[in-house]
């Protein structure tokens, strides 16, 4: 079955950097495109970014560009997510989520499988 | 980006009742709406896309209506199961937007 197995959060200072991960399988991870969204404590759910099959197409939220930087490696089914000059507003469970689709775009999509999050804390 | 309203923010209801959660969309998306429900410490679980379809394996006492940009969730018979937070999304376009969450409580 799909599985996608996040990785890397932790308690971190603000202004440093942090990478996280998604381990995927049961599926073919290099015909879909995959998104980071986030939960602050608390709140509701925000999209952050996705990256296409390929890893040729990014789009990111307003509140992350040029700070976070998504890539994945379709020889190790994983993907990640490269944060940079975190924020305290940064402090969230970051899922990764998986398109219901193959497809050579990166459409808007609904998520149809999601990890079990993992979390991270920006505090001083 | 469009914006989602969800209404009511919380929702006290009992077993058996018949629920409605409604969902706005700042301007028209079609029917690029999914409803997801999210229990918490869990990951948000898809219930209804394309504003009216049952993901596999969702009991059919959910369903899911509207168009443009006025969006029902609507749990026929409300089970002890279904105490949960639930959030539309829309994905008509980038950046994808989350409603802000019904809580649907006893």
């Known amino acids: 079955q799909v599985q996608l197995v996040e990785s890397g959060g932790g308690v971190v200072q603000p202004g440093r950097s942090l990478r996280l991960s998604c381990a995927a399988s049961?599926?073919?991870?290099?015909?879909?495109?995959i998104h980071w969204v986030r939960q602050a404590p608390g709140k509701g759910l925000e999209w952050v970014a996705v990256?296409?099959?390929?890893?040729?197409?990014?789009y990111y939220a307003d509140f992350v560009k040029g700070r976070f930087t998504i890539s994945r490696d379709n020889s190790k089914n994983t993907l990640y997510l490269e944060m940079n000059s975190l924020r305290v507003e940064d402090t969230a469970v970051y899922y990764c989520?998986?398109?219901?689709?193959?497809?050579?775009?990166?459409?808007?999509?609904?998520?149809?499988?999601w990890g079990q999050g993992t979390l991270v804390t920006v505090s001083s | 980006d469009i914006q989602m309203t969800q209404s009511p923010s919380t929702l006290s209801a009992s077993v058996g009742d018949r629920v409605t959660i409604t969902c706005r969309a700042s301007?028209?998306?079609?029917?690029?709406l999914a409803w997801y429900q999210q229990k918490p410490g869990k990951a948000p679980k898809l219930l209804i896309y394309?504003?009216?379809s049952l993901e596999g394996g969702v009991p059919s006492r959910f369903s899911g209506s509207g168009s443009g940009t006025e969006f029902t969730l609507t749990i026929s018979s409300l089970q002890p199961d279904d105490f949960a937070t639930y959030y539309c999304?829309?994905?008509?376009?980038?950046?994808?937007?989350f409603g802000q969450g019904t809580k649907v409580e006893i």
């Open positions: 989520a998986r398109d219901p689709h193959t497809s050579t775009t990166v459409d808007a999509e609904f998520f149809q499988h």
């Open positions: 049961g599926f073919g991870f290099d015909y879909y495109a």
């Open positions: 990256i296409s099959f390929d890893g040729r197409n990014k």
């Open positions: 301007q028209s998306i079609s029917r690029w």
């Open positions: 394309k504003a009216a």
């Open positions: 999304q829309q994905y008509n376009s980038y950046p994808v937007t």
